[in-house]
């Protein structure tokens, strides 16, 4: 019996080492292709560039804490700290009474866009402004901080008093406002207007960034999981992890009961609270949402079989135009007498965003699914490259760069993916 009990124990190690180490030797070789890579190091360099300013790109005056959350590593790379927190507290000097967060700040003497500005004695050189159409503000500045923290260590940020609050205090107001204005207690879910995926334009013709009579409330992924988010970043921050892990918790299974659909493997793009503002026979349900997905996967609400199988739907999306990677927006586009207010192909209806896609590739990093990170990344870089700049986002029919040149969002999520397959691939060795 002894005998027989090691040859099967002799057997078993021999046949683990037969698969093992030609998995080892696949993925030294993966890392040693990706650390010579020069691709990565150049596009990095450029990033970090770009980065030592915070507008969102060319196009933009304003400093968007949506886009801000998205290059803050890129941006504590190349300055001194203190510019970078002086950057975040403003944003809570310009915060509202209830607790929301402005969307974009712009220096007072060029606030000339047309929007209802926001002032405060507490910053009386800024003007701010809040697209009241999305959801996302709060959570993006959570998220920030929680960025800030991790990557300098600098937890005095948390207790810095503006205008008798803690800034601690002050996440907790911005995560309260959205429980307070920003909610579903028939789904105990974030809700906001309906627009295209992580979108800040809503369907009817008009001024699309901001509620009118004609907008249409539901619940979609994206708001809900950059919410979860940031329920999860700030229990950490905050030590209060009883509070606010259950309601992470709580969220993240109503958007697996509401939203998720099981047997498509892919999210509701909405779920409507006061009906839809499309026609009756448009089948909405087919359209993909690629990055409110994502943003899913990042707030930890999959499973790994779950996050391939979304991700082979993100590829077979991408092959159906000739010049679409993973951050194609949604797939198929609203037509246009669905969405009048952009047309198909046309910015966030299927328009194709590295500032999305870059943030699937720190996904599948995270998961370890470096192969396939590596491989989507590929033709994010090349374009980058071959247009010598960083593009808002990318006309999937004619290849064309769109948008606003030197965009930040994009060289932010690419210099974190590279980061993250760099250190990946260093521990290889």
């Given amino acids: 019996m002894y005998i027989h009990t090691m040859i099967k124990k ?33 596009i990095q360099a450029r990033a970090l560039r770009l980065l030592t300013g915070f507008t969102a790109g060319t196009s933009y005056g304003e400093v968007w804490i949506r886009d801000f959350n998205t290059f803050i590593n890129g941006s504590l790379a190349v300055h001194d700290k203190e510019k970078v927190k002086e ?85 907790a107001a911005a995560l309260q406002y959205v429980h307070n204005a920003r909610w579903s207690s028939q789904y105990n879910l974030v809700s906001g207007a309906t627009t295209i995926d992580w979108g800040d334009v809503q369907p009817e013709k008009g001024w699309g960034v901001v509620i009118n009579d004609h907008t249409k409330w539901s619940a979609d992924i994206y708001d809900n999981a ?11 921050l905050s030590g209060d992890t009883a509070t606010y892990l259950p309601r992470y918790t709580e969220l993240k299974n109503n958007v697996r009961k509401y939203l998720w659909q099981a047997d498509k493997g ?6 409507y609270l006061d009906g839809s503002p499309f026609s009756p026979g448009f089948k909405e349900d087919e359209i993909l949402y690629t990055g409110g997905s994502v943003c899913a996967i990042l707030a930890g609400f999959h499973s790994a079989r779950e996050i ?11 092959a159906k135009e000739k010049y679409a990677t993973i951050g194609i927006t949604v797939y198929p586009p609203y037509p246009e007498q669905e969405f009048p207010n952009m047309k198909p192909y046309v910015y966030q209806n299927a328009g194709d965003w590295t500032w999305f896609g ?18 989507e990344l590929s033709p994010m870089l090349d374009r980058a490259l071959s247009h010598q700049g960083f593009y808002e986002w990318y006309d999937v029919q004619t290849g064309a760069p769109k948008g606003s040149g030197d965009f930040r969002g994009e060289a932010g999520v690419l210099y974190d993916a590279i980061t993250l397959l760099k250190e990946w691939a260093r521990k290889q060795k």
């Fill in 266 to 271: 892919k999210y509701l793009p909405h779920l």
């Fill in 226 to 236: 950059m919410y979860a988010l940031a329920l999860k970043e700030y229990a950490e």
């Fill in 87 to 171: 950057m975040l507290l403003l944003f809570f000097r310009m915060q509202g009474r209830d607790g929301n967060i402005a969307d974009g700040m712009i220096p007072r003497q060029k606030a000339e866009a047309g929007y209802d500005y926001i002032y405060s004695d507490l910053a009386p050189e800024w003007a701010a402004h809040k697209n009241t159409v999305e959801t996302d503000q709060e959570s993006s500045l959570v998220q920030a901080v929680y960025k800030y923290v991790k990557h300098t260590g600098d937890t005095s940020i948390l207790h810095i008093v503006i205008d008798h609050q803690t800034v601690l205090q002050r996440l």
């Fill in 10 to 42: 002799v057997f078993f190690f021999a046949s683990f080492m037969l698969f093992t180490l030609p998995a080892i030797a696949q993925q030294k070789q993966l890392a040693a292709k990706i650390l010579a890579d020069q691709r990565l190091d150049t």
């Fill in 358 to 375: 870059g943030r699937m590739i720190q996904a599948l990093t995270e998961q370890g699914m470096v192969k396939e990170a590596y491989e």
């Fill in 308 to 318: 391939k199988s979304i991700n082979r739907q993100m590829l077979a999306a991408a």
